[in-house]
Structure formats: C-alpha cells, structure tokens
C-alpha cells in the first residue's frame, strides 16, 4: 500500500527526491514518516509529517539531517515526499516510507511500511 520511489546512485553533495505513493487507502489523516537502515545499523527515524491541519502540517527532522532534507506531502496525489539535498556518504541506506493513524513519532511504530528504496552515496 506504500510503494517508495527514486532512489539511486549519487555523488556526495548532489540531490534525490524520494516518493511514497499510497494506494488502496487514503493515508491524508495519517502521520508519515521516512526512516532508513544502513548495513548493519538499526533503522533509524529521518522526518516526519503530521496531516495537514488548521496550520498546516508540521515536520520533524532528525539533527542528522536536518536543513538538507525536506519532507513534504500532497494529499491530492496521496504521495510524500523527501527532498534530499547536500547528500553526505553516511545517508548510504535503504530508506523506507511509513504511515500511522496515531501522532506522529521518531520512533518506527508505524502501521504501515514500504518496501524500501536503497540510496546510495558515492565519496
């Protein structure tokens, strides 16, 4: 039901924009998150989306990269987004997309995830 999408292969300070397309359900009242996992590394929270409300949606970054990602979501095309750039050869990992009906969280308690899409930066 979430299916992540471009990934790849790119030089360290370049860019990628990773997307997460649900389908058989509307995810627009449901917190998103993206969380990837490095080789031998724990999966580790990356950003986060509230819905979008009276304010709009409020976003949550981990320090690591935070002021090089951008998670954005359109509920019209039940897509989110994850503008990656100043790409750095430690955001090396598989990244996931995941949706939860509760609030938002850093940590991986979601009730939905994606396959996966692997990011590859080269030094």
């Known amino acids: 039901q979430l299916v992540e999408s471009g990934g790849g292969l790119v030089q360290a300070g370049g860019s990628l924009r990773l997307s997460c397309a649900a389908s058989?359900?509307?995810?627009?009242?449901?917190?998103m998150g993206w969380f990837r996992q490095a080789p031998g590394k724990e999966r580790e929270f990356v950003a986060a989306?509230?819905?979008?409300?009276?304010?709009?949606?409020?976003?949550y970054y981990a320090d690591s990269v935070k002021g090089r990602f951008t998670i954005s979501r359109d509920n019209v095309k039940n897509t989110v987004y994850l503008q990656m750039n100043s790409l750095k050869s430690e955001d090396t990992a598989v990244y996931y997309c995941?949706?939860?009906?509760?609030?938002?969280?850093?940590?991986?308690?979601?009730?939905?995830w994606g396959q996966g899409t692997q990011v590859t930066v080269s030094s």
């Open positions: 989306i509230t819905p979008i409300g009276g304010i709009g949606a409020i976003t």
């Open positions: 995941a949706a939860r009906s509760g609030l938002v969280s850093t940590s991986p308690v979601y009730d939905y």
């Open positions: 058989g359900h509307t995810f627009n009242n449901y917190a």
